[in-house]
C-alpha cells in the first residue's frame, strides 16, 4: 500500500486540491512537489515516496 493510501481522507483532499491548483498555476513544467505539500500543510513523504515524478503524482 502507498504512503499516500493511507493517509486519512481529508489530508489526502488537501495535496489533491493544492496540486490542481499548483498544476493550473504554475503549468507541468513548472509544477514543484514541496510547493505542493506546503500549500496542503503536509509533510513532503506524502506525496514524494509514493511519486518521485509530477507525473506520477497526478496519478495518485
Known amino acids: 500500500m502507498k504512503k499516500f493510501d493511507m493517509l486519512e481522507e481529508e489530508k489526502k483532499t488537501r495535496v489533491l486540491e493544492a496540486a490542481l491548483l499548483e498544476f493550473a498555476e504554475e503549468g507541468y513544467e513548472k509544477a514543484s512537489t514541496n510547493n505542493i505539500v ?3 500543510g503536509s ?3 506524502c506525496c514524494s515516496i509514493t511519486s518521485r ?8
Do not use: L, P
Request: net charge positive; aromatic share 0%.
Open 38 to 40: 506546503k500549500q496542503a
Open 53 to 60: 515524478t509530477r507525473s506520477n503524482c497526478i496519478i495518485i
Open 43 to 45: 509533510a513532503k513523504g
